[in-house]
């Protein structure tokens, strides 16, 4: 047993934002440290400049204790490259692909632990020979809820938490399909990822080399990765758009913003929940028996949805990933897939499944066990000793 003065210490920056799951996420990180012996304590910047002003006097106060774990996230405020911060470790989770966040990520330096969230991301960091330690740290979940109702009590026959405002038609790839050269580029790109499941800066690669293309298409590495976030977002709209209309002779209860025009086709079905705060949206959770989570550009790795819906009890229905592939391989967890007409037939055979309540069961066995937050920060600790960090005052 660590004595509590002697523990490691950790500091986790969050945004306390009431809209998206950072905070329950950060959160999680740093109650996951708390139980695996560290002192671990959460530094809210959601009130920006002033936010991170505080958590830097924090930080500054405590600077005679030693050396300390900063957790960031995105990298999105630099403490990392703060020369008095120097002396401690530093994990920056990089819950989104690193090609959204690239300035961001271009910015750490050797002596920090990059956790990236979708396997295949090690490839765009490695391509830029970015200098950090990098670890896959793909997105994970609250310990289960002992008192979750049972499914055949919940009202949400069907739950989609999505926000959906971008066109999912070719207009919202205007600027994308500019010349006939980056016409071709992009409904390749985009073909490969909607149809092969494949991660869009490797798509990208691939489709280059197919083309004749250099990658260097785009001089500098910010243009590109700012070319496969816009791509990656439509992508993201395009396919909730396509599973969502296939599924509109369905009711269908949807948490998230949509605009006016997303649909072009009549949703009567569509039960829209509207805009709900985090807590809203995880209450919510609790009352669905089947959640369908759509990221689309993340085939190798996770999303939040996923694990907080298993968590509060209900049944999971996601894009394809590697992750359900390998630890769920008895259909505890549910693939969407392309086709409408599948689409259609796997949520009728869903619906109808008489052992749902047990195959729920036994996919929370699975979870609890390798996708908790606690879970992922212990193979976190057992593969990267933070030397700074762990050379704690007796």
């Known amino acids: 047993m660590i004595a509590a003065d002697s523990a490691p210490r950790a500091y986790v920056l969050s945004v306390g934002s009431g809209y998206g799951f950072v905070y329950e996420m950060m959160s999680g990180i740093a109650d996951a440290l708390i139980h695996h012996g560290w002192r671990s304590q959460m530094l809210d910047v959601s009130s920006g400049i002033p936010g991170l002003i505080g958590a830097v006097d924090t930080l500054l106060s405590a600077i005679d204790q030693g050396p300390a774990l900063i957790v960031d996230y995105l990298a999105h405020h630099r403490l990392h490259s703060v020369k008095a911060f120097a002396l401690h470790d530093f994990f920056i989770y990089m819950s989104d692909a690193p090609y959204a966040y690239f300035d961001n990520l271009t910015s750490i330096g050797p002596d920090c632990v990059v956790g990236y969230s979708d396997e295949a991301h090690a490839a765009l960091i490695d391509d830029h020979a970015l200098p950090f330690r990098r670890d896959f740290f793909p997105h994970a979940g609250p310990e289960l809820k002992p008192d979750a109702k049972p499914l055949a009590e919940r009202e949400y026959k069907f739950l989609f938490m999505a926000n959906m405002v971008r066109s999912p038609r070719l207009d919202g790839l205007a600027t994308a399909r500019g010349n006939p050269d980056m016409r071709r580029l992009t409904d390749t790109l985009v073909a490969r990822v909607l149809d092969g499941g494949e991660e869009p800066y490797l798509a990208f690669k691939k489709t280059c080399a197919d083309l004749g293309m250099s990658v260097d298409v785009f001089p500098a590495p910010e243009q590109r990765a700012r070319f496969l976030a816009h791509i990656a977002g439509w992508i993201e709209a395009k396919r ?64 939040e949805r996923m694990w907080y819906g298993l968590a509060a009890g209900a049944a999971i229905w996601t894009d ?39 195959r729920v069961a ?33």
């Not at 296939?246 to 006016?260: C, E, K, M, T, Y």
């Not at 937050?373 to 960090?389: E, N, P, S």
Request: glycine share 6%; charged share 25%.
């Open 240 to 303: 909730r758009h396509d599973i969502l209309v296939a599924l509109r002779d369905r009711q269908i209860h949807v948490v998230g913003n949509i605009s006016p025009n997303f649909f072009e086709t009549s949703m009567p079905n569509l039960v829209r929940l509207g805009e709900k705060t985090t807590k809203e949206c995880i209450a919510t959770l609790d009352n669905a028996r089947v959640v369908i989570n759509s990221i689309g550009v993340r085939p190798a790795g996770a999303h």
């Open 362 to 394: 036994h996919a929370q066995t699975i979870y609890a066990t390798k996708h908790t937050w606690r879970a992922r920060v212990g193979t976190l600790l057992a593969r990267h000793r933070f030397d700074k960090a762990l050379a704690r005052r007796g």
């Open 320 to 358: 394809p990933t590697m992750i359900v592939a390998r630890d769920f391989p008895d259909g505890g967890l549910f693939t969407i897939p392309n086709e409408p007409k599948e689409i259609v037939a796997l949520a009728d055979a869903i619906a109808g499944q008489a052992d749902l309540q047990d």
